[in-house]
């Protein structure tokens, strides 16, 4: 016992009660399968009344802008192609319906064996559900409509342009932004821009 008094109390919890905390778990799924695992986990979910183990089924996608005959298009990109992520509580049960569900390879960060794998930390987590704009933490921004940003990553990453809107619901600003000559409005998430300095 003295020895678990060096462990934090999360620690603690997940040597002694890992079946009963929920956390995040990656799946491996055939490439281009993703959504059809999703589509698959959620049904066993409900017709094997296991929702009490497991709960978001996420196949991580953002959208991104092409341009086509000049024209942009928005269609989704898939940031983790042959990987499912499922926010579920590691019973033997979820565990056994995840891994036997129709197009899932097996678990990310499991030695196989038997052997059940390692969540995925709550950091990087939450860092991919932002990303995706699904995100419970609400990020603090310094800029506001009017002002001048930096769009900081994808295809307008080091564009500047000038915020029309935003929504603090989803955490994405529409951003003015000149493209070949034209001022094109474009939806950017706010951890994706930094304020420019006046």
Request: charge should be negative; hydrophobic fraction near 35%; avoid cysteine.
């Given at each position: 016992m003295a020895n678990e008094m060096n462990l934090t109390q999360e620690e603690l919890e997940s040597v002694t009660d890992d079946k009963n905390i929920k956390?995040?778990?990656?799946?491996?799924?055939?490439s281009g399968h993703e959504n059809k695992v999703k589509e698959?986990?959620?049904k066993r979910v409900e017709s094997m009344g296991i929702s009490d183990c497991l709960f978001r089924i996420v196949v991580a996608e953002e959208p991104?802008?092409?341009?086509?005959?000049?024209?942009?298009?928005?269609?989704?990109?898939?940031?983790?192609?042959?990987?499912?992520?499922?926010?579920?509580?590691?019973?033997?049960?979820?565990?056994?319906v995840v891994r036997n569900t129709p197009g899932v390879?097996?678990?990310?960060?499991?030695?196989?064996?038997?052997?059940?794998?390692?969540p995925v930390s709550p950091d990087e987590m939450e860092s991919i559900l932002r990303r995706m704009g699904q995100s419970d933490k609400k990020v603090v921004v310094d800029f506001k409509i009017g002002d001048t940003v930096r769009i900081l990553t994808g295809p307008f990453g080091g564009m500047e342009g000038q915020i029309s809107t935003m929504n603090d619901q989803t955490q994405i600003a529409n951003i003015l932004i000149n493209l070949f000559g034209r001022e094109t409005p474009t939806d950017i998430n706010y951890n994706d821009l930094q304020k420019v300095s006046d």
């Open positions: 956390r995040w778990y990656v799946v491996n799924t055939y698959n986990l959620e991104e802008i092409e341009i086509k005959n000049g024209k942009q298009v928005e269609k989704m990109h898939n940031m983790f192609p042959g990987y499912v992520f499922v926010e579920m509580k590691m019973t033997d049960e979820a565990w056994y390879t097996g678990f990310i960060g499991s030695s196989g064996g038997g052997a059940k794998p390692f």
